[in-house]
């Protein structure tokens, strides 16, 4: 009875381990190129002139990384967190680089 209580917990342990592994990876790494797509579609988009518009888009860039990373860890769904941290690194970046450089 105890082994077998002993290896749900050590089960248990090793699920919760790699939640939280995937949880801060989503996190740092897909939390920050969100961040960079994010900000540069946004620099790319805005109206005003070429450097004004990307010193916008990096200031804004930290506010954007900090609201994403402490909403990584808010929500209590691990797969709507990665869905959608990635998929807006992926949409964000890849329609920068299909607008091209800015005229």
């Known amino acids: 009875m105890a082994k077998t209580l002993y290896i749900r917990e050590r089960s248990r342990n090793k699920r919760n381990a790699f939640a939280m592994t995937a949880r801060c990876t989503t996190a740092l790494v897909g939390g920050y190129a969100a961040a960079s797509g994010i900000a540069s579609l946004f620099a790319r988009l805005l109206p005003i002139a070429k450097v004004e518009a990307t010193a916008w888009g990096m200031i804004l860039s930290f506010l954007f990384f900090a ?37």
């Open 67 to 103: 609201l994403i990373a402490l909403w990584a860890f808010h929500e209590v769904r691990l797969a709507r967190v990665a869905a959608i941290i990635w998929g807006s690194a992926a949409l964000t970046i890849l329609t920068v680089w299909l607008m091209g450089p800015r005229p």
